[in-house]
């Protein structure tokens, strides 16, 4: 079962896609349309029951982001 996970709402300029953290791969959240120079997306995260081995209290999430943007201007 996967602990956290993530869907996307109200997309501009784009595709927003539902996915899962994994610590072995990035997982893609949104994709610009061809055309657009800019795009958003709304992300809202969900988190799975973990077990009885975890107590109330904080606690720490570490994720790292990957961006990639390209932009070919056509002279």
Avoid: N, R
């Amino acid at each position: 079962m996967d602990k956290v996970c993530w869907v996307t709402t109200s997309d501009v300029h784009g595709t927003g896609s539902a996915g899962v953290l994994s610590s072995s791969a990035y997982g893609l959240a949104f994709q610009s349309a061809p055309g657009f120079i800019s795009g958003s997306t709304q992300v809202g995260w969900t988190l799975a029951p973990v077990g009885t081995s975890v107590f109330a209290g904080d606690h720490t999430l570490t994720e790292t982001w990957k961006v990639e943007s390209l932009l070919a201007l056509e002279h």
